[in-house]
Protein backbone atom coordinates (compact mmCIF):
# COMPACT_ATOMS: atom_id res chain seq x y z
CA UNK A 1 0.00 0.00 0.00
CA UNK A 2 1.18 3.62 -0.62
CA UNK A 3 0.42 5.56 2.32
CA UNK A 4 0.37 8.53 0.52
CA UNK A 5 -2.03 7.96 -1.57
CA UNK A 6 -4.05 5.98 0.83
CA UNK A 7 -4.34 8.89 2.80
CA UNK A 8 -4.92 11.68 -0.06
CA UNK A 9 -8.09 9.17 -0.69
CA UNK A 10 -9.01 9.15 2.69
CA UNK A 11 -9.21 12.87 2.58
CA UNK A 12 -10.81 12.50 -0.32
CA UNK A 13 -13.87 10.46 0.78
CA UNK A 14 -14.37 13.05 3.60
CA UNK A 15 -14.09 15.57 1.93
CA UNK A 16 -16.33 14.66 -0.52
CA UNK A 17 -19.09 12.53 1.65
CA UNK A 18 -18.75 9.39 -0.82
CA UNK A 19 -15.99 6.94 -2.36
CA UNK A 20 -17.56 7.86 -5.99
CA UNK A 21 -17.01 11.76 -5.84
CA UNK A 22 -13.74 10.92 -4.36
CA UNK A 23 -12.22 8.87 -6.63
CA UNK A 24 -13.78 11.17 -9.52
CA UNK A 25 -11.43 13.63 -7.81
CA UNK A 26 -8.49 11.33 -7.79
CA UNK A 27 -9.07 9.91 -10.92
CA UNK A 28 -9.62 6.81 -10.07
CA UNK A 29 -12.41 4.07 -9.58
CA UNK A 30 -14.51 4.15 -6.38
CA UNK A 31 -13.53 0.14 -5.32
CA UNK A 32 -9.29 0.95 -5.79
CA UNK A 33 -11.23 3.96 -3.24
CA UNK A 34 -12.86 1.45 -1.29
CA UNK A 35 -9.66 -0.24 -1.00
CA UNK A 36 -7.05 2.23 -0.30
CA UNK A 37 -8.90 3.60 2.82
CA UNK A 38 -9.68 -0.15 4.17
CA UNK A 39 -5.88 -0.64 3.99
CA UNK A 40 -5.15 2.51 5.25
CA UNK A 41 -7.67 1.16 8.11
CA UNK A 42 -5.88 -2.05 8.73
CA UNK A 43 -2.32 -0.96 8.80
CA UNK A 44 -3.48 1.83 11.52
CA UNK A 45 -5.49 -0.94 13.33
CA UNK A 46 -8.58 1.27 13.79
CA UNK A 47 -11.92 1.99 11.89
CA UNK A 48 -11.77 5.24 10.38
CA UNK A 49 -15.23 5.54 8.48
CA UNK A 50 -18.56 3.80 9.32
CA UNK A 51 -20.29 2.68 6.24
CA UNK A 52 -23.85 1.74 5.20
CA UNK A 53 -25.65 1.37 2.16
CA UNK A 54 -26.57 5.25 2.38
CA UNK A 55 -24.10 7.28 4.39
CA UNK A 56 -20.49 6.90 5.30
CA UNK A 57 -19.41 9.26 8.54
CA UNK A 58 -16.59 9.06 10.17
CA UNK A 59 -15.64 7.78 13.53
CA UNK A 60 -14.16 9.31 16.87
CA UNK A 61 -10.60 8.43 16.05
CA UNK A 62 -11.35 8.93 11.95
CA UNK A 63 -12.48 12.80 12.61
CA UNK A 64 -9.25 13.36 15.08
CA UNK A 65 -7.01 11.38 11.47
CA UNK A 66 -8.53 13.20 9.17
CA UNK A 67 -7.82 16.77 10.58
CA UNK A 68 -3.99 15.90 11.82
CA UNK A 69 -3.87 14.32 8.43
CA UNK A 70 -5.03 17.20 6.59
CA UNK A 71 -3.05 19.53 8.04
CA UNK A 72 0.07 17.40 7.91
CA UNK A 73 -0.69 17.29 3.61
CA UNK A 74 -1.08 20.53 3.40
CA UNK A 75 2.35 20.99 4.74
CA UNK A 76 3.82 18.59 2.77
CA UNK A 77 1.97 19.55 -0.43
CA UNK A 78 3.06 23.32 0.54
CA UNK A 79 6.66 21.94 0.94
CA UNK A 80 6.93 20.22 -2.16
CA UNK A 81 5.23 23.52 -4.03
CA UNK A 82 7.42 25.64 -2.52
CA UNK A 83 10.81 24.15 -3.35
CA UNK A 84 9.05 23.50 -7.24
CA UNK A 85 8.45 26.81 -7.27
CA UNK A 86 11.47 28.06 -5.84
CA UNK A 87 14.13 26.40 -8.88
CA UNK A 88 11.80 27.37 -11.93
CA UNK A 89 9.80 29.60 -13.62
CA UNK A 90 5.79 29.49 -11.81
CA UNK A 91 4.33 26.48 -14.46
CA UNK A 92 1.38 24.06 -14.11
CA UNK A 93 -2.67 24.57 -14.33
CA UNK A 94 -4.66 26.91 -12.52
CA UNK A 95 -8.91 26.46 -12.08
CA UNK A 96 -10.46 29.63 -11.40
CA UNK A 97 -14.24 30.53 -11.09
CA UNK A 98 -15.80 33.79 -11.57
CA UNK A 99 -18.96 35.36 -11.92
CA UNK A 100 -20.23 34.78 -15.71
CA UNK A 101 -20.58 39.21 -16.67
CA UNK A 102 -17.95 40.22 -14.58
CA UNK A 103 -15.84 37.86 -16.21
CA UNK A 104 -16.70 38.31 -19.85
CA UNK A 105 -16.53 42.34 -19.66
CA UNK A 106 -13.78 42.82 -17.19
CA UNK A 107 -11.39 39.76 -16.35
CA UNK A 108 -11.14 37.89 -19.76
CA UNK A 109 -8.63 40.69 -20.55
CA UNK A 110 -6.74 40.82 -17.47
CA UNK A 111 -6.74 36.76 -17.78
CA UNK A 112 -4.96 37.01 -21.15
CA UNK A 113 -2.45 39.93 -20.07
CA UNK A 114 -1.37 36.97 -17.65
CA UNK A 115 -1.21 34.17 -19.93
CA UNK A 116 1.22 36.15 -22.02
CA UNK A 117 3.51 36.92 -19.10
CA UNK A 118 3.24 33.39 -17.94
CA UNK A 119 3.27 30.94 -20.88
CA UNK A 120 4.05 27.94 -18.70
CA UNK A 121 0.69 28.28 -16.19
CA UNK A 122 -2.48 27.02 -17.70
CA UNK A 123 -5.61 28.79 -17.11
CA UNK A 124 -8.64 26.51 -17.23
CA UNK A 125 -11.39 29.51 -16.53
CA UNK A 126 -15.14 28.58 -15.19
CA UNK A 127 -18.07 31.69 -15.44
CA UNK A 128 -20.97 30.85 -13.82
CA UNK A 129 -23.03 32.87 -11.41
CA UNK A 130 -23.21 29.62 -9.33
CA UNK A 131 -21.48 29.23 -5.68
CA UNK A 132 -18.90 26.86 -6.47
CA UNK A 133 -17.23 24.58 -3.64
CA UNK A 134 -13.65 25.80 -4.49
CA UNK A 135 -12.04 22.56 -2.48
CA UNK A 136 -15.12 19.73 -3.52
CA UNK A 137 -14.97 20.81 -6.94
CA UNK A 138 -11.13 21.17 -7.20
CA UNK A 139 -10.63 25.01 -8.12
CA UNK A 140 -7.38 27.34 -7.21
CA UNK A 141 -9.68 30.58 -6.81
CA UNK A 142 -12.45 32.11 -7.13
CA UNK A 143 -13.82 35.83 -8.03
CA UNK A 144 -16.86 37.04 -5.91
CA UNK A 145 -18.59 39.85 -4.72
CA UNK A 146 -18.84 40.73 -1.19
CA UNK A 147 -16.63 39.25 1.67
CA UNK A 148 -16.92 35.88 2.44
CA UNK A 149 -17.96 34.18 5.59
CA UNK A 150 -15.97 30.97 5.17
CA UNK A 151 -12.83 31.41 7.79
CA UNK A 152 -10.85 28.58 5.83
CA UNK A 153 -11.08 31.38 2.80
CA UNK A 154 -8.49 33.95 2.05
CA UNK A 155 -9.82 37.00 0.70
CA UNK A 156 -7.63 39.77 -1.20
CA UNK A 157 -10.02 42.96 -2.69
CA UNK A 158 -9.38 43.94 -6.28
CA UNK A 159 -11.48 46.67 -6.09
CA UNK A 160 -14.63 48.33 -5.20
CA UNK A 161 -18.35 47.01 -6.84
CA UNK A 162 -21.01 49.43 -7.46
CA UNK A 163 -24.66 49.58 -8.35
CA UNK A 164 -26.51 51.90 -9.76
CA UNK A 165 -29.69 52.70 -10.61
CA UNK A 166 -30.43 53.97 -14.35
CA UNK A 167 -33.19 53.67 -17.13
CA UNK A 168 -33.30 54.60 -20.54
CA UNK A 169 -34.01 58.65 -21.37
CA UNK A 170 -37.79 56.89 -23.29
CA UNK A 171 -38.46 55.53 -19.98
CA UNK A 172 -37.34 58.60 -17.86
CA UNK A 173 -39.23 61.04 -20.40
CA UNK A 174 -43.00 58.91 -19.85
CA UNK A 175 -42.45 58.11 -16.15
CA UNK A 176 -40.39 61.12 -14.87
CA UNK A 177 -37.30 60.01 -12.41
CA UNK A 178 -37.69 59.24 -8.88
CA UNK A 179 -37.24 61.96 -6.50
CA UNK A 180 -35.86 59.01 -3.59
CA UNK A 181 -35.96 55.60 -3.72
CA UNK A 182 -39.21 55.71 -1.83
CA UNK A 183 -40.70 56.56 -5.17
CA UNK A 184 -39.75 53.32 -6.49
CA UNK A 185 -42.58 51.45 -4.58
CA UNK A 186 -44.79 52.86 -7.63
CA UNK A 187 -42.58 52.14 -10.76
CA UNK A 188 -41.58 49.39 -12.69
CA UNK A 189 -38.40 47.34 -11.87
CA UNK A 190 -36.26 44.96 -13.34
CA UNK A 191 -35.24 42.47 -11.04
CA UNK A 192 -31.68 41.35 -10.96
CA UNK A 193 -32.24 37.62 -8.75
CA UNK A 194 -28.47 37.15 -8.56
CA UNK A 195 -28.72 40.11 -5.84
CA UNK A 196 -28.94 38.60 -2.04
CA UNK A 197 -31.87 40.07 -1.57
CA UNK A 198 -33.49 40.74 -5.43
CA UNK A 199 -36.88 42.85 -3.66
CA UNK A 200 -35.07 44.91 -2.18
CA UNK A 201 -32.43 47.84 -2.84
CA UNK A 202 -30.32 49.18 -0.66
CA UNK A 203 -29.42 52.92 -0.50
CA UNK A 204 -27.55 55.32 1.87
CA UNK A 205 -28.87 58.83 3.07
CA UNK A 206 -27.99 62.55 3.45
CA UNK A 207 -26.50 61.40 6.78
CA UNK A 208 -24.45 58.20 5.46
CA UNK A 209 -26.92 55.56 6.99
CA UNK A 210 -27.95 52.58 5.39
CA UNK A 211 -31.44 51.79 4.33
CA UNK A 212 -32.89 49.33 2.30
CA UNK A 213 -36.37 50.29 -0.02
CA UNK A 214 -38.60 47.31 -1.78
CA UNK A 215 -38.94 47.21 -5.15
CA UNK A 216 -41.22 44.93 -7.49
CA UNK A 217 -41.56 44.75 -11.29
CA UNK A 218 -42.90 42.32 -14.01
CA UNK A 219 -39.60 41.53 -15.21
CA UNK A 220 -36.85 39.21 -13.11
CA UNK A 221 -33.46 38.04 -14.69
CA UNK A 222 -30.06 36.32 -13.22
CA UNK A 223 -28.05 38.07 -15.08
CA UNK A 224 -26.93 42.10 -14.70
CA UNK A 225 -26.51 42.48 -18.30
CA UNK A 226 -30.32 41.03 -19.27
CA UNK A 227 -31.44 43.74 -16.77
CA UNK A 228 -29.49 46.49 -18.51
CA UNK A 229 -30.42 45.11 -21.95
CA UNK A 230 -34.05 45.28 -20.88
CA UNK A 231 -33.34 49.41 -19.12
CA UNK A 232 -32.10 50.19 -22.41
CA UNK A 233 -35.49 48.46 -23.73
CA UNK A 234 -37.20 51.06 -21.94
CA UNK A 235 -38.91 48.52 -19.76
CA UNK A 236 -37.97 49.87 -16.35
CA UNK A 237 -35.34 50.89 -14.16
CA UNK A 238 -32.71 48.64 -13.33
CA UNK A 239 -29.98 48.23 -10.23
CA UNK A 240 -26.90 46.95 -12.01
CA UNK A 241 -22.82 46.83 -11.38
CA UNK A 242 -21.24 49.78 -12.94
CA UNK A 243 -18.59 47.48 -14.71
CA UNK A 244 -21.97 46.38 -16.60
CA UNK A 245 -23.69 49.74 -17.20
CA UNK A 246 -20.32 51.91 -18.19
CA UNK A 247 -20.56 51.62 -22.28
CA UNK A 248 -24.28 52.08 -22.17
CA UNK A 249 -23.70 54.95 -19.75
CA UNK A 250 -21.01 56.44 -21.60
CA UNK A 251 -23.20 55.99 -24.82
CA UNK A 252 -26.36 57.60 -23.55
CA UNK A 253 -28.80 54.43 -23.41
CA UNK A 254 -29.48 54.76 -20.20
CA UNK A 255 -29.19 57.45 -17.37
CA UNK A 256 -28.19 57.11 -13.83
CA UNK A 257 -30.96 58.28 -11.05
CA UNK A 258 -31.04 58.35 -7.65
CA UNK A 259 -27.62 59.28 -7.95
CA UNK A 260 -27.03 61.24 -4.21
CA UNK A 261 -28.31 57.87 -2.68
CA UNK A 262 -25.91 55.44 -3.89
CA UNK A 263 -25.34 52.61 -1.27
CA UNK A 264 -21.64 52.16 -0.04
CA UNK A 265 -19.81 50.06 -1.88
CA UNK A 266 -19.69 46.34 -1.68
CA UNK A 267 -16.08 44.44 -3.16
CA UNK A 268 -14.89 42.01 -5.83
CA UNK A 269 -12.56 39.71 -3.63
CA UNK A 270 -9.93 37.28 -5.09
CA UNK A 271 -10.43 34.09 -2.64
CA UNK A 272 -8.26 31.17 -2.44
CA UNK A 273 -8.41 28.23 0.22
CA UNK A 274 -5.66 28.84 3.60
CA UNK A 275 -2.65 27.53 2.58
CA UNK A 276 0.65 27.88 5.13
CA UNK A 277 2.69 27.54 1.25
CA UNK A 278 0.80 29.31 -1.46
CA UNK A 279 1.96 27.71 -4.71
CA UNK A 280 3.83 30.48 -6.80
CA UNK A 281 1.12 29.92 -10.23
CA UNK A 282 -1.47 31.15 -7.80
CA UNK A 283 0.37 33.92 -5.65
CA UNK A 284 1.74 35.23 -9.12
CA UNK A 285 -1.73 35.51 -10.42
CA UNK A 286 -3.95 37.04 -7.48
CA UNK A 287 -0.89 39.71 -7.02
CA UNK A 288 -0.96 39.98 -10.97
CA UNK A 289 -4.90 40.85 -10.46
CA UNK A 290 -4.76 43.14 -7.20
CA UNK A 291 -2.18 45.33 -9.44
CA UNK A 292 -4.14 45.60 -12.68
CA UNK A 293 -7.74 46.25 -10.67
CA UNK A 294 -6.10 48.49 -8.12
CA UNK A 295 -7.42 51.76 -7.70
CA UNK A 296 -10.34 53.50 -9.52
CA UNK A 297 -11.31 50.94 -12.12
CA UNK A 298 -11.77 51.80 -15.70
CA UNK A 299 -15.43 51.22 -15.88
CA UNK A 300 -16.02 54.20 -12.94
CA UNK A 301 -14.79 57.03 -15.77
CA UNK A 302 -16.08 58.71 -18.25
CA UNK A 303 -19.74 58.77 -17.31
Keep these: MDKLEANRMFLAVMETGSFTAAAARLGTSSGQASKLVSSLENALGVRLLN???????????????????????????????????????????????????????????????????????????NFSDRMV????????????????DDSNMVARKLCDLRLLVMASPAYLARNGAPADPHALGTMDCIISTNLRDPNHWRFRNAQGDAFNTPVQG????????????????????????????????????????????????????????????????LRRLVDFLVERFRGKPAWDEGW
Aim: proline share 5%; net charge neutral; charged share 25%.
Design 133 to 148: NLVDEGFDMAIRGGRP
Design 51 to 125: RTTRAIAATEAGQAYFERMRALLDEFDGLEASIRDAAQEPRGRLRLTAPLTFGALALTQALSDFALAYPQIELDV
Design 218 to 281: RLRFSNAQACLNAAEAGLGLASVPSFVAAEALRAGRVQRVLAAFEAEPSALYALYPHSRHLAAK
